[in-house]
């Protein structure tokens, strides 16, 4: 039997490094988002946009990289946005999400409560990349956030969990990887399919009253695999594949969220449904 725990620190440590390394380590980067025009305390909703919108970002992500496109995107059509850092693991700076989940939901609901309580608002609209789309659902069940949500749009979102392409299939036939990725780094066990975090998640339906939910999906996406698993079931929930909108959109996982303005159109459809416009391949240019 090979040592995987000792062979599988260093690759955990080595993952975790590169992911800091794609994080521009500079002090304007780990700067609060508010510099960039985002996080601002002082806005005020709009009659137009009368929710703040709180954006969610993904494992091995933080609340102003993943957000550098669509804040902005989201700021010129009027809208307060506001974004946070969660999942917190102890030594590894600029790169969060990777804590167990259920504790990210926690942190999550005492942010959306920061969030209403400076602007105002009754209600806020959470939008979240990858596991900051499947996240909020623990919240929205558990942990009261119906109450103080209207909508969540999840952009590649971990839903029902990822077979990473067949992987975690493999993980039966090496004793204590699981324990390893449990304990290393819990929002990756938490994410695999029939984790017991997300059985818990998904018993009794996918959904909870009150609660608009859509989910957008490319069909190119590497990491949460098979794509389908992403979508939702309930009587409120709209499910758009990106290339049933744009046959031309090649984007995988990561850039559906980051830089892909056809999704963001989407986006702002789902926080405005009122003013729903088309997309198509031209809503690149909007």
Known sequence: MLPWKRLLRPLAALLLTAAVAIVPATAAHAADASSRGWNDYSCKPSAAHPRPVVLVHGTFANSVDNWLALAPYLEDRGYCVFSLDY????????VYGLGPIDKSAQQLSVYVDKVLAATGAAK????????????????????????????????AP??????????????PYFPGIGDLLSTSTPALADQVVGSAFLTKLNAGGDTVPGVHYTVIATKYDEVVTPYRSQFLSGSDVHNVLIQNLCSLDLSEHALLGLTDRIAFHEVANALDPAHATTTSCASVLS
Do not use: C, E, W
Not at 158 to 171: A, E, I, K, V, Y
């Open 87 to 94: 999942g917190q693991l102890s030594g590894v700076p600029l």
């Open 124 to 155: 806020a609209d959470l939008v979240g990349h990858s596991q900051g789309g499947m996240m909020p659902r623990y919240y929205l069940k558990f942990l009261g956030g119906a109450a103080k949500v209207n909508a969540l749009v999840g952009i």
């Open 158 to 171: 971990s839903n029902h969990g990822t077979d990473l392409d067949g992987f975690t299939s493999l993980l």
